[in-house]
Structure formats: C-alpha cells, structure tokens
Nanobody, 127 residues
Framework: QVQLVESGGGSVQSGGSLRLSCAASGYNVGQNYMAWFRQAPGKEREGVASIAYGGGGINFADSVKGRFTISQDSAKQMVYLQMNSLKPEDTAMYYC????????????????????WGQGAQVTVSS
C-alpha cells in the first residue's frame, strides 16, 4: 500500500523560506514520477513542480520558477520542495503526489497524471 506523508509546512512572512518533505512508503521514489501540487481555498488544485525518476525531468509552474526547487533522495524514499522568496499568493495546502505506470498521461503538472496523494501540508505566507 502506497503512503505519502508531507511535513515541513508552517507560517512565514513574505520573502521567507520553507522546505516541504514527502516521505513515501510502499513506493519506489527513484523509479517513478512524483510532483507537488497546491490548493488555495476556493481554487483548483494546481501543479507546482514535478520530478522524474533519477532526479531528471524537472518541471515547474511559471508562478514558482526561480523560487522553488524540487529534489529527491531515492535512498531515503523522500521528495523535497524548497520554497524561497515566498509570497502571500503561495499560501495553500501543498500535496505530494506519485504516479503509477498504469496511470494515463496528461502532463507533468496535471493532477490526473497522478494516482497517489498525501494528506497535505499547510503553508501560510503573511505580508
């Protein structure tokens, strides 16, 4: 059974940094695509960053390019999202997502490409 558990959320002021972690169990981080999504109140869940097996194939949403980085540690079965220069508009629940090879492909940052989801970590950025 695949489980994804996010940690590292919190509250920061504008311009601050946070690092989110996603611990995977029952899943091989190093051999699959994984991603981070976020959902603000009243808005659709949107893709933030994705990473392919082996740490390649990295993609970012335009809104976070140059500020966020994504990485993985396949030995620890972890995926990370480093968020710098945070803005109030980054406030959202952030979700870790993982893909199964059986899933259809809709794009790196399309939620329909991912089968497994964590419970989320809240990130709040104040101005």
């Amino acid at each position: 059974q695949v489980q994804l558990v996010e940690s590292g959320g919190g509250s920061v002021q504008s311009g601050g940094s946070l690092r989110l972690s996603c611990a995977a169990s029952g899943y091989n981080v190093g051999q699959n695509y994984m991603a981070w999504f976020r959902q603000a109140p009243g808005k659709e869940r949107e893709g933030v960053a994705s990473i392919a097996y082996g740490g390649g194939g990295i993609n970012f949403a335009d809104s976070v390019k140059g500020r966020f980085t994504i990485s993985q540690d396949s030995a620890k079965q972890m995926v990370y999202l480093q968020m710098n220069s945070l803005k109030p508009e980054d406030t959202a629940m952030y979700y870790c997502a993982a893909r199964s090879v059986k899933d259809g492909w809709y794009g790196f940052l399309d939620r329909n490409s991912y089968r497994y989801w964590g419970q989320g970590a809240q990130v709040t950025v104040s101005s």
